[in-house]
């Protein structure tokens, strides 16, 4: 037993063979790299001169790989109070792309990239792709959204340089999705888990099985989705549900992808150095433990990146993957750090609430959590929609299921929480990231 599913091609696109780098060799190759990327920042980026200096610290100090360590870390708010230009190390004749992400508050965070940073990019999500099984004569659907976000244009031009036939559908027009997806004979779509939820559902509406057509591969990302979602859209969509992972502000999708053993992400570590430090010490964790993942980007010119606080929670994946590559594992990111809130003394994340609902029978995916003040203490109340078998079914069928769903929070959150069952198809759809967290808290103070 290898672990190695029985279809995997033994087949090396040419992109991934630093996939496959003996550890020493890609040790001095990201050494080599690190030491680059260090001095670009100190000469060109004011921040970082600033920082290193506040920390006695100069791009000569950098002799090992442990010696990042001695870097300063960069936030979300350095990218903010940059905005839009601060942090570039490229003059703007050399930057060909912009890109700039939603940044939930005011304004965005804008990154940039030069023809080079352009190849790094198309580089990592060709081999994101291939590690998905993916290669020449594949017909890739690419519903992430063209534009501004990092997706659309990351996924597109990984699709081509792989070779496969990419057609840049971007995010929604659900209907005429599902009618390219069965006449184009589609073999890989590209979006977020929760758009191919409801990508299935409209389908289903629309009298076509999903698990009918050629599609094959979904190559899934952008936010956090449980195994247990893995395993519905797995069934649902008679696919195979590949994670991956990335972050504007690293270079968008690309960062980490699965391969076909679906046991953590592989990090495409020659262009992106990663730690997991724990949050409050700042210090690395034991391999094996979890805490926030950290990135430093190894081969950007326009913005580099020294270690960034991505704010998400993974851990290494100890020992070696059966698929052969030598890259580094992090475990799949069930939450941001950011992502927690607190009801009645008790620390709650969306993930756990997902995992509750689809542990039970008959509930549909499809949630969403709805915090409130009432007379200063705080309420939860989960929504979820209900299957239409269930839908149409006797009132005894919704009550059963209410109350299992009810316990199953309750068992796993250590909390009552309030459930409301609601109709099929009432929840809101997004066509990117699903808004799972309504918090009213402040607004009823
Ligand atoms: P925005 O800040 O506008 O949401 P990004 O696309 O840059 O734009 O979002 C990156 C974030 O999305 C990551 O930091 C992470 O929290 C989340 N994310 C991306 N891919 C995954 C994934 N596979 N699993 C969990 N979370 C993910
Ligand atoms: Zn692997």
Redesign the pocket.
Known sequence: MTGIPDDYSLEIHPASAPDYMPVPQMLELQLGRLRATVRRAYQHVELYHQRMDERNVSPEDIRTLDDVARLPFTVKVDLRDSYPFGLFASPLEEVVRLHA???TTGKPIVVAYTQQDLGVWTDAMTRTLAACGLGRGDIIQNAYGYGL???GLGAHYGAEALGATVIPISGGNTDRQIMVMKDFRVTAICCTPTYFLHLLDRAAEMGVDVRELPLRVGVF?????SDSLRRHIETAGGIKAY???????IT?PGVGSECRCQVGLHVFEDHFYPEIIDPDTERPVPEGEEGELVVTTLSKHAMPMLRYR???ISAFVPGSCPCGRTLRRIK??SR?SDDMFIIRGVNVFPSQVESALLAVEGALPHYQIILTREEGLDQMEVHVEVTPAVSSDKVGALENLHNKLAQSLNQTLGLRVAVRLVAPQTLKRSEG?AQRLIDRRNLDQ
């Open positions: 992400s939603s940044g976000f990092t997706g990302g952008a936010e956090p989705w994670d991956i992972y990335g972050l504007t502000e968008g991505t704010r998400d799949r990111i941001r990231k």
